[in-house]
Protein backbone atom coordinates (compact mmCIF):
# COMPACT_ATOMS: atom_id res chain seq x y z
CA UNK A 1 0.00 0.00 0.00
CA UNK A 2 1.14 3.37 -0.79
CA UNK A 3 -0.32 6.39 1.20
CA UNK A 4 0.11 10.09 -0.32
CA UNK A 5 -0.12 12.80 2.16
CA UNK A 6 -0.81 16.13 0.36
CA UNK A 7 -0.58 19.74 2.21
CA UNK A 8 -0.64 23.81 1.84
CA UNK A 9 -3.69 24.57 -0.24
CA UNK A 10 -5.96 27.28 0.85
CA UNK A 11 -7.13 30.78 -0.04
CA UNK A 12 -4.98 33.31 -1.83
CA UNK A 13 -5.43 36.40 -3.51
CA UNK A 14 -5.06 36.88 -7.14
CA UNK A 15 -1.30 37.28 -7.77
CA UNK A 16 -0.42 35.59 -4.65
CA UNK A 17 1.46 32.21 -3.90
CA UNK A 18 0.73 28.67 -2.57
CA UNK A 19 3.19 25.69 -1.97
CA UNK A 20 1.79 22.61 -2.00
CA UNK A 21 3.26 19.37 -1.02
CA UNK A 22 2.89 16.03 -0.82
CA UNK A 23 4.96 12.66 0.80
CA UNK A 24 4.78 9.35 -0.24
CA UNK A 25 5.02 6.52 2.20
CA UNK A 26 4.15 2.57 2.46
CA UNK A 27 5.65 0.20 -0.39
CA UNK A 28 6.62 2.24 -2.68
CA UNK A 29 10.30 0.22 -4.61
CA UNK A 30 10.33 2.58 -7.33
CA UNK A 31 8.82 5.86 -7.96
CA UNK A 32 8.98 6.93 -11.73
CA UNK A 33 7.16 10.01 -12.07
CA UNK A 34 5.49 12.40 -9.46
CA UNK A 35 3.02 15.34 -10.18
CA UNK A 36 -0.27 17.20 -9.45
CA UNK A 37 -3.34 17.37 -11.59
CA UNK A 38 -6.05 19.64 -10.77
CA UNK A 39 -10.07 19.24 -11.39
CA UNK A 40 -12.37 22.36 -11.50
CA UNK A 41 -16.05 22.40 -10.84
CA UNK A 42 -17.65 21.01 -13.98
CA UNK A 43 -14.32 20.08 -15.76
CA UNK A 44 -12.24 17.58 -16.22
CA UNK A 45 -9.35 16.64 -14.32
CA UNK A 46 -5.85 18.02 -15.82
CA UNK A 47 -2.39 17.65 -15.52
CA UNK A 48 -0.80 20.65 -14.18
CA UNK A 49 3.06 19.31 -13.76
CA UNK A 50 5.21 16.26 -13.47
CA UNK A 51 8.69 15.39 -12.44
CA UNK A 52 10.72 12.56 -13.86
CA UNK A 53 13.35 10.47 -11.52
CA UNK A 54 15.54 11.95 -13.33
CA UNK A 55 14.21 15.44 -13.05
CA UNK A 56 12.48 15.91 -15.99
CA UNK A 57 9.37 18.50 -15.82
CA UNK A 58 5.80 18.96 -17.81
CA UNK A 59 4.30 21.62 -17.32
CA UNK A 60 0.31 22.90 -18.47
CA UNK A 61 0.66 25.79 -20.99
CA UNK A 62 -1.11 27.37 -18.56
CA UNK A 63 0.89 27.32 -15.69
CA UNK A 64 4.73 27.58 -17.53
CA UNK A 65 6.54 30.39 -16.45
CA UNK A 66 4.14 30.44 -13.16
CA UNK A 67 4.45 27.07 -11.51
CA UNK A 68 7.32 25.24 -10.59
CA UNK A 69 7.36 21.49 -9.77
CA UNK A 70 10.26 19.77 -7.70
CA UNK A 71 10.82 16.85 -5.84
CA UNK A 72 12.83 15.30 -2.71
CA UNK A 73 14.02 11.79 -4.34
CA UNK A 74 15.17 11.14 -0.41
CA UNK A 75 11.77 11.85 1.40
CA UNK A 76 9.42 10.87 -1.69
CA UNK A 77 8.27 14.10 -1.71
CA UNK A 78 7.01 16.66 -4.33
CA UNK A 79 5.94 20.38 -4.01
CA UNK A 80 4.20 22.66 -6.60
CA UNK A 81 5.81 26.21 -6.28
CA UNK A 82 2.48 28.20 -7.42
CA UNK A 83 3.37 31.73 -7.74
CA UNK A 84 0.95 34.41 -9.72
CA UNK A 85 -1.74 33.08 -9.19
CA UNK A 86 -5.02 33.71 -10.77
CA UNK A 87 -8.84 32.84 -10.31
CA UNK A 88 -8.61 29.95 -12.63
CA UNK A 89 -6.38 28.48 -11.10
CA UNK A 90 -8.93 27.43 -8.18
CA UNK A 91 -9.37 23.85 -8.29
CA UNK A 92 -8.86 20.68 -5.96
CA UNK A 93 -5.39 19.48 -6.75
CA UNK A 94 -4.30 15.91 -6.53
CA UNK A 95 -1.23 14.73 -6.10
CA UNK A 96 -0.29 11.52 -8.18
CA UNK A 97 3.04 9.16 -8.19
CA UNK A 98 3.73 6.45 -10.61
CA UNK A 99 5.52 3.81 -9.20
CA UNK A 100 6.24 0.49 -11.29
CA UNK A 101 3.26 -0.38 -12.98
CA UNK A 102 1.10 1.33 -10.43
CA UNK A 103 -1.00 4.63 -10.19
CA UNK A 104 -1.49 6.26 -6.66
CA UNK A 105 -3.60 9.44 -5.53
CA UNK A 106 -4.20 11.76 -3.01
CA UNK A 107 -7.08 12.50 -1.46
CA UNK A 108 -7.12 16.01 -2.69
CA UNK A 109 -6.57 19.57 -1.19
CA UNK A 110 -8.62 22.93 -2.09
CA UNK A 111 -6.75 25.66 -3.38
CA UNK A 112 -9.11 28.88 -3.93
CA UNK A 113 -7.91 32.13 -5.72
CA UNK A 114 -10.32 34.82 -5.11
CA UNK A 115 -10.37 38.54 -4.31
Known amino acids: QVQLVESGGGLVQPGGSLRLSCAASGSIFSIYAMGWYRQAPGKQRELVAAITSGGRRNYADSVKGRFTISRDNAKNTVYLQMNSLKTEDTAVYYC?????????WGQGTQVTVSS
Open 96 to 104: NVVAGTSDY
